[in-house]
């Protein structure tokens, strides 16, 4: 069954034919529904997307003039950004001052280069290219620490699944002999060696590179004049 509605008809019911709107405070007039906050949708009146249904739009709250970066921010992207960099700024530098400064002469450790471990020669000659290269380039690096990826407890296997087994079923279970298949467990594991390791970086170890720098830029100068 259709039915046929005089949309003129029935709003002017709802609303009065002019209506004074008040423009809040760091808000300008929503330019898709011209204020109304009603948007003619195909066939039908809806209520308008861009400024949900209000009639007018939020400017970042930072006094920018820009729009807001979505409804539930109160601030536009470029804003939302600058105060993340600053955050991470803030970060970045209260990690720095707490970590333990340490020259790369005396450091004997390894480096993360994209999540990649490299030593100390590795390290330095990519630090050469970029210096070379006029490419950016660090004052200092986190130095890094390494954690073994497998570490098998054997007790903690049996426990696990006597999960799924029948109630108190661990408690049943004869355990001579465990210590020594976890003793040959763990010798396995050292054999690994580094091939058991990851690196992440440590931010209690700031590696300083100043000295390192300066001695690349004096190889250069040499090589050049050469």
Same mark, same amino acid.
């Given at each position: 069954?259709?039915?046929? *509605?005089?949309?003129?008809?029935?709003?002017? %019911?709802?609303?009065?034919?002019?209506?004074?709107?008040?423009?809040?405070?760091?808000?300008?007039?929503?330019?898709?529904?011209?204020?109304?906050?009603? *948007?003619?949708?195909?066939? /039908?009146?809806?209520? &308008?997307?861009?400024?949900?249904?209000?009639?007018?739009?939020?400017? &970042?709250?930072?006094?920018?003039?820009?729009?807001? #970066?979505?409804? +539930?921010?109160?601030?536009?992207?470029?804003?939302? =950004?600058?105060?993340?960099?600053?955050?991470?700024?803030?970060?970045?530098?209260?990690?720095?001052?707490?970590?333990?400064? $340490?020259?790369?002469?005396?450091?004997?450790?390894?480096? !993360?280069?994209?999540?990649?471990?490299?030593? %100390?020669?590795?390290?330095?000659?990519? !630090?050469?290219?970029? *210096?070379?290269?006029?490419?950016? +380039?660090?004052?200092?690096? +986190?130095?890094?620490?390494?954690?073994?990826?497998?570490? $098998?407890?054997?007790?903690? *296997?049996? #426990?696990?699944?006597?999960?799924?087994?029948?109630?108190?079923? =661990?408690?049943?279970? @004869? /355990?001579?002999?465990? =210590?020594?298949?976890?003793?040959?467990? @763990?010798?396995?594991? @050292?054999?690994?060696?580094?091939?058991? #390791?990851? #690196?992440?970086?440590? /931010?209690?170890?700031?590696?300083?590179?100043?000295? !390192?720098?300066?001695?690349?830029?004096?190889?250069?100068?040499?090589?050049?004049?050469?």
């Amino acid at each position: 069954m259709k039915k046929t *509605i005089n949309w003129k008809e029935e709003f002017t %019911k709802l609303f009065p034919e002019t209506t004074v709107r008040e423009l809040k405070p760091n808000h300008i007039w929503c330019d898709k529904c011209n204020g109304i906050s009603f *948007i003619k949708n195909g066939n /039908y009146i809806s209520s &308008c997307t861009k400024c949900h249904g209000e009639g007018q739009i939020e400017l &970042c709250t930072e006094g920018c003039g820009r729009l807001k #970066y979505s409804y +539930y921010y109160t601030v536009c992207k470029e804003c939302k =950004d600058k105060k993340q960099e600053e955050i991470e700024f803030r970060k970045e530098k209260e990690a720095f001052e707490k970590a333990t400064k $340490i020259s790369f002469n005396d450091y004997d450790g390894m480096f !993360l280069d994209n999540e990649r471990a490299i030593d %100390k020669e590795e390290f330095e000659e990519n !630090l050469y290219y970029k *210096i070379l290269e006029d490419d950016n +380039y660090p004052d200092y690096v +986190y130095g890094t620490r390494k954690q073994h990826v497998i570490n $098998i407890d054997f007790k903690d *296997i049996i #426990y696990n699944a006597c999960e799924d087994g029948y109630e108190d079923m =661990d408690s049943f279970l @004869d /355990y001579k002999g465990v =210590d020594e298949i976890q003793n040959k467990i @763990d010798e396995w594991i @050292d054999k690994q060696g580094d091939a058991n #390791y990851i #690196y992440y970086e440590d /931010y209690k170890t700031v590696v300083l590179l100043n000295d !390192l720098i300066t001695e690349i830029k004096e190889q250069i100068e040499k090589e050049r004049n050469r």
